[in-house]
């Protein structure tokens, strides 16, 4: 007679559990309890954004810097294109105070103080950069007398130089504009005399050099030739004095006349000669984003 063979004990645990259809209770000793392991990785709430009871609603505030209508900015809000010291939100009905809060959209910041203003205008020739002269010679704030603020010229055109030029009253935003670190691209475009030959382009992308070292140009391009004379457009960052006429003579195309038409996103448009325009929401915003604003 054979020997019995002994009963197999079942496995403690999970498998043996398993094995007999139990599920093994949660915390228990032979199964895993996710509650019984110090949290991991876990995110921490996102922060609330500001509030301020006596502010104004958020779509209102985009809407009175000029950034878009007040139902496009509640699609902005919504849409989670819009912050408030650095915080994202999407509440377009959010009370906020414009003179303590910053507000961005895409990143770029509004300005919401409605005392401060920034004008595009177009100056003729003839007329000095300048907001007074001593000589009685025609100047910028003659084609603002209108304005009530204070402003001043953000850089410069020469007396014979057309074209768009920035005028403010915000001192800060003006230096920052303006400061060498900062160098807004502009575009010009410029006839100079004679037929402009080939390869032109490439010595003004190149280099020149001049008295005061060497310049050159970001882009240049061929927009029209007349029989003696020749239209090109040149873009670049230098804000030196005459820096365009100098580096067309060197490059032996003397200045017939020169029109500036852009100053980084902000363009001419067909804004007449003398006219002005308050500059919107975000064309200012880029340009307060070139700056370091």
Known sequence: MS??????????????????????????????????????????????????????????????????????????IAAGRVEVDGIRVREPGLKVDPARRRIDVDGFPVETDPSKVTLALNKPAGVISTMDDPKDRPTLAALTESRSERLFHVGRLDRDSEGLILLTNDGAFANALSHPSHEVAKTYLVTVEGRVRPGVGKVLREGIELDDGPASVDSFRLVDSIPGYTQIEVTLHSGRNRIVRRILEAAGHPVVRLVRTRIGTVALGDLKPGKWRVLGGPELASLKKVAGL
């Open 3 to 76: 020997p019995t063979r002994p009963r197999r004990t079942p496995r403690q645990g999970n498998r043996g559990q398993a094995r007999d259809g139990l599920k093994p209770e949660r915390g228990s000793a032979g199964g895993s309890s996710r509650s019984s392991r110090p949290p991991t990785g876990r995110r921490p709430p996102p922060p609330e954004a500001p509030y301020d009871e006596d502010g104004i609603r958020l779509q209102k505030i985009l809407a009175e810097a000029g950034v878009a209508s007040r139902r496009a900015a509640e699609e902005m």
